[in-house]
């Protein structure tokens, strides 16, 4: 996901503040239908691709709409929060869910139907306190991706294509699927991300309700601990500083790693240009599997009525269309899974000798963090404190007296930044 994290607790509110002081919005409709509109988005060349044509789809089917890209390819939230602090911000932009509440208070409120997706999961990661302040375009869902011939030389069972396998288990198989040493070393498996690792174990950044921080359970405990063993000398990952620089599939390609956790769909594209690609499999993340993305598509406040009702057909077209929708993965890049059921069989297609099922059927089984106006900043914080005090980077101090405090700092920045919506 090519964005660069927005770091401002106060973004939203400022911006807000800015916007609400707007008494005219900016031209770009007219009576009869025709309207200008733009829409911000990131991505690598490859998606800016996909984007791009399914922009033209929309034209082509409402002549009377045009629709500018702005491709926005480094620091996408900073850069959307300048558009929106100076007064003109796209019509439509481009938001994850995680980035949602943090922006909330710019955009419009969508009308959302949640019958229009196979999935609960779907529209419910665009709301914001009961409110839907965006409209699912794409989800982008975790599975594992495996070497099958290192497990089947290991004398390993493969893993269910449908079944997750419980974290004991995949513990036990990556440590008899290590060995070697140096450079020329197999590990069972790629490095553990403790945030995803959290949720495998059951545990989340916070409360449903994203009122609470829960970085001190007992289920971040024992991911943090997991993550620490897992990179040891007698571990089965890498340590961070050995993946550091390295394409961590290059290395599962190449038989360094017999399986790789936090498999996203931007990596179908290389799984499928692989010579020996028969020899890797696609299944769940042990576990809970890890959390998942999905992006929305919102209009800004200041947009007026023309631009807002043109703003509507472009998002629903994107979501919902089945053409629009079937564009997401092609055997050349992926942005992610369809949101609607009658694109699944296209995605699936893009590569039907591997189980791309496995990141459909992840749409359902992977939690979904709840959206907080300071999540970056939190997020921020405990990632560089686990990294600075624990064995997870080059600390000393063990999980259990760390995470503790850092859920008290978590608690004291998610009271003071408020609701995303007051």
Known sequence: MNKTPLLAVAAATSIAAILSSCSTAPSGGSNDGSATITYAYWGNNSENATLTAMIKDFEQANPKITVKANWIQNDYLQQLQTQL?????????????????????????????????????????????????ATPFVAKTKVMAINTKLWQAAGLDVPSKSAPMNVEDFIANAKKLTKGSG???????????????????????????????????????????????SQAKDGFTPTLLDAQGQDMFDWLSIGRLAA???????????????????????????????PMEVDGLAVTRNANQAETDAANKFISFMSTNQQAQERLTTKESSLGVPVVQSAVPAFEKAAPEQNLQAFVDAVDQSPITASVKANTK?????????????????????????????????????????????
Do not use: H
């Not at 790629?190 to 970085?215: E, H, I, K, M, Q």
């Not at 790789?260 to 931007?266: E, I, K, M, N």
């Open 260 to 290: 790789q956790p936090d498999f996203g769909p931007w990596n179908i594209a290389q799984l499928i240009s692989l010579k020996n690609a028969s020899d890797f499999a696609l299944v769940p993340d042990p576990g809970n599997g890890e």
């Open 183 to 229: 450079k020329s070393k197999q590990y069972g498996s790629a490095p553990l991300w403790f945030g995803g690792w959290l949720t495998v174990n059951g545990g989340n950044n916070y409360s449903t309700d994203g009122t609470r921080c829960t970085l001190s359970s007992p289920e971040a405990i024992q991911a943090a601990n997991q993550v620490i063993a």
């Open 85 to 133: 602090a100076g007064g003109k911000p796209p019509t439509v932009a481009q938001i994850s869910n995680t980035d949602l509440a943090a922006f909330a208070s710019s955009f419009k409120e969508a009308n959302v139907s949640p019958s229009a997706y196979y999935s609960a999961n779907i529209p419910n990661a665009m709301k914001i306190q009961g409110k839907y302040y």
């Open 378 to 422: 939190i997020s921020t914080d405990w990632q560089t404190a686990l990294t600075d005090k624990t064995p997870i980077g080059s600390g000393k101090q063990s999980p259990a007296s760390v995470l503790p405090e850092l859920d008290k700092q978590c608690q004291a920045t998610l009271d003071a930044a408020g609701p995303a919506i007051s």
